[in-house]
């Protein structure tokens, strides 16, 4: 019975994501929608020196010093407690900037808050985000709603963009080439579909896998 019981975990382990996450090369990221607000468990990291002074994607100069942290998903000026589940310190954060751009990680903090909680010499730590209120003192958000697009890449050189956008708009009616001018760089950012839902963006999510990228969902602000 403790066989089959092992077995039947590790199937699902291995089967569809929960409602409301999404696969990447076989990570799931598993936003949940709770009762008392949006919340997931993932990969910390931060942000220091090098992106000091450089614009967010929010318009706002990157402050190190500041209470602030990137998000991939959720609306810019989302304000949200960062729990360490290592060591149970918490922050609280203010969205302001995108990323992290790296797979397996929900959260880039800043150096101040990463120092709070005790991650600046690990580097990465296992957390819990939880949203505590949105935009403008509006009440935190309970699910998901987009626009969303897989990011697929950004380069520095817009040739290769551009290559890289004509070999998928025959597969994908909806690809743009974006730039992000961030201060002292311009990037280009390859985005696939428009999606109001992480659920409806799953639909491509293998497809672009199979093409050897690494989609990595991102709110369209």
Excluded at 88 to 100: E, L, S
Excluded at 165 to 171: C, F, G, I, V, W
Aim: hydrophobic letters at 35%; a positive charge.
């Amino acid at each position: 019975m403790l066989l089959a019981v092992l077995a039947l975990l590790s199937g699902c382990a291995a089967g569809p994501p929960p409602p409301g996450s999404y696969r990447v090369k076989g990570q799931t990221y598993a936003p949940l929608a709770r009762a008392d607000g949006y919340a997931e468990t993932g990969l910390a990291s931060w942000y220091g020196p090098g992106f000091h002074g450089r614009r967010t994607s929010s318009g706002e100069v990157y402050d190190m010093h500041a209470p602030t942290a990137a998000h991939k998903l959720l609306p810019l000026g989302t304000t949200v407690r960062v729990t360490h589940l290592g060591n149970g310190r918490q922050v609280t954060a203010r969205i302001n900037d995108r990323g992290p751009f790296v797979e397996g990680r929900i959260i880039d903090l800043s150096y101040a808050l990463a120092r709070e909680l005790g991650l600046v010499e690990q580097g990465v730590a296992r957390v819990r985000v939880e949203a505590l209120g949105g935009p403008n003192g509006t009440p935190a958000v309970r699910a998901l709603s987009g626009p969303f697009s897989w990011q697929v890449g950004s380069f520095g050189v817009a040739q290769n963009a551009h290559s890289l956008a004509h070999s998928l708009r025959a597969s994908y009616p909806q690809v743009t080439v974006e730039p992000y001018d961030r201060g002292d760089a311009v990037f280009q950012r390859v985005r696939v579909g428009i999606y109001d839902s992480p659920e409806r963006a799953g639909d491509d999510r293998e497809g672009l896998a199979r093409r050897g990228l690494s989609p990595i969902l991102v709110r369209r602000d």
